[in-house]
């Protein structure tokens, strides 16, 4: 009997240091975890298990019952087309957004003018997601509403303005020569005979599929051929840009939540390309489109029913604060060059454009 007792408290013994030595390792895994950063968690979510944290989201609207009827229709879009638009270019959104529903694309309208109910006979209303905040810019909005975890399941992200012509566009195709090119940030070439051009490098060009620089001799403003900063190369215009993901959620942490025209963020693009801006930005010439040139943020109806003359026009002090804006976002771009520690510029010495 004194064996038995004896042999049945040893193993009580070995048991108990057996359960404390898997406690121990437990908690160590567990403190090697929260300290690794290969295992980071999402700030908020260490008090859940990990398998129930859901990092990201999409724009995908769901069933209210019924969800094994609705599987076809629950296909999850591939990429997002999100613009902003003003009901006075209906029919020229009417032409984007219905094309771009048929390939594989989710939309959301940002409307600038607080008119929603007026879009309701467009017969692809109730599939795209509408946003409405009056006289905001279409970056105003993307920063607040297009958060990468948000979008992180659409492979590119098209950022458009409204006046835009598509008729020689097909979204498809030009994803196809994103892929083929490796092009992390683009923009569909401009047909220089219709469209209004800012940018000589946005003008389409017959020659080639795609180009990533121009070449300027004379005149101000001059690109050479061992030019190697934006805008000679590296860069694309605000109007209409396309992102990957990846370059997007790059992007999206330099838009500045009170610089709502982003007017400067373009010479800095090339940062958030995924490697080197000189091959990874481009303009896609065999897929282009027509920039129709029609401003409307600052033009403001005093009332219904009023003459044309009494419209308001501020649209000169939208331009102004835009500059404002500009010289804004340099600064602060400049301080944070100079101020941040870890970090490495690697465009340091391309900025400047040399000569022939």
């Not at 905001?136 to 835009?164: C, G, M, N, S």
């Not at 946005?202 to 070449?215: M, P």
Request: glycine share 6%; proline share 4%.
């Amino acid at each position: 009997m004194l064996f038995l007792e004896q042999f049945w408290h040893n193993l009580d013994i070995a048991y108990d240091l057996k359960t404390l030595f898997r406690e121990y390792l437990n908690g160590q895994w567990k403190v090697f975890c929260m300290q690794n950063p290969m295992f980071a968690r999402p700030q908020g979510s260490e008090a859940l298990p990990e398998g129930i944290v859901v990092q990201t989201s999409n724009l995908e609207m769901r069933p209210l019952w019924d969800f094994s009827t609705a599987k076809d229709k629950l296909k999850p879009f591939s990429n997002l087309l999100a613009m902003a638009v003003g009901i006075k270019q209906k029919d020229i959104v009417n032409n984007i957004v219905e094309k771009f529903l048929n390939h594989d694309f989710a939309v959301m309208l940002f409307h600038y003018d607080g008119v929603v109910d007026e879009w309701g006979d467009m017969k692809w209303n109730d599939r795209v997601i509408h946003v409405s905040a009056k006289n905001q810019t279409k970056w105003w909005f993307a920063k607040r509403f297009l958060h990468p975890d948000i979008v992180a399941e659409y492979d590119y992200i098209f950022l458009w303005d409204e006046d835009i012509d598509v008729e020689n566009f097909h979204p498809q195709r030009y994803i196809s020569i994103l892929k083929d090119e490796g092009l992390e940030i683009s923009q569909p070439a401009l047909d220089p005979a219709k469209s209004v051009v800012h940018h000589p490098l946005t003008a389409r060009s017959k020659q080639t599929g795609v180009h990533r620089r121009f070449y300027k001799t004379k005149g101000s403003g001059r690109c050479y051929k061992n030019s190697s900063a934006p805008p000679c190369l590296g860069w694309v215009e605000m109007m209409a840009p396309v992102f990957s993901k990846a370059a997007w959620r790059c992007v999206w942490y330099m838009i500045q939540n009170d610089l709502i025209h982003a007017w400067g963020l373009d010479r800095q693009l090339g940062y958030c390309a995924q490697g080197d801006r000189a091959k990874n930005v481009g303009v896609v010439d065999s897929e282009y489109i027509v920039h129709l040139g029609r401003p409307t943020l600052g033009v403001l109806e005093k009332s219904d029913g009023l003459a044309e003359s009494s419209r308001i026009d501020n649209r000169s002090a939208v331009r102004r604060q835009s500059y404002i804006e500009m010289q804004l976002f340099r600064q602060r771009w400049n301080d944070a060059v100079k101020n941040t520690k870890c970090w490495i510029d690697v465009y340091k010495q391309n900025n400047q454009q040399t000569t022939p």
